[in-house]
């Protein structure tokens, strides 16, 4: 499956950005998809995920309430809604898909990953 990530930019702290990730080559709903991001310097780190059927989410726990992860398997898409934007959430936001693993956080789990969209908030 091929992923392309979309969405990210420049915004000041408190607006909100919605990314999305449209996948290809394969049937969709087989793949749990997750969300990480990377800041300079930094490790990438989970941020959400959600399982095929988009029954279950899975959030890191310090962005609960604020990032939301959705998808639309009909539209082989798959959302992070990020409502109040912190400088601290500047990094690079990449998708990725998992079809071999339970629905996790870990980022040796995801198979395929998608080129990252940068998102920038200001202060």
């Known amino acids: 499956v091929q992923l392309q990530a979309s969405g990210g930019g420049l915004v000041q702290a408190g607006d909100s950005l919605r990314l999305s990730c449209e996948a290809s080559g394969r049937t969709f709903s087989r793949y749990h998809m997750g969300w990480f991001r990377q800041a300079p310097g930094k490790e990438r780190e989970f941020v959400a995920a959600?399982?095929?059927?988009?029954?279950?989410?899975y959030y890191q726990d310090s962005l609960k309430g604020r990032f939301t992860i959705s998808r639309e398997n009909a539209k082989n898409t798959a959302y992070l809604q990020m409502n109040s934007l912190e400088p601290e959430d500047t990094a690079d936001y990449y998708c990725?898909?998992?079809?071999?693993?339970?629905?996790?956080?870990?980022?040796?789990?995801?198979?395929?990953w998608g080129r990252g969209t940068q998102v920038t908030v200001s202060s």
């Open positions: 959600i399982d095929r059927w988009g029954d279950r989410t």
């Open positions: 990725a898909a998992d079809d071999l693993y339970e629905l996790g956080s870990n980022v040796r789990a995801y198979t395929y």
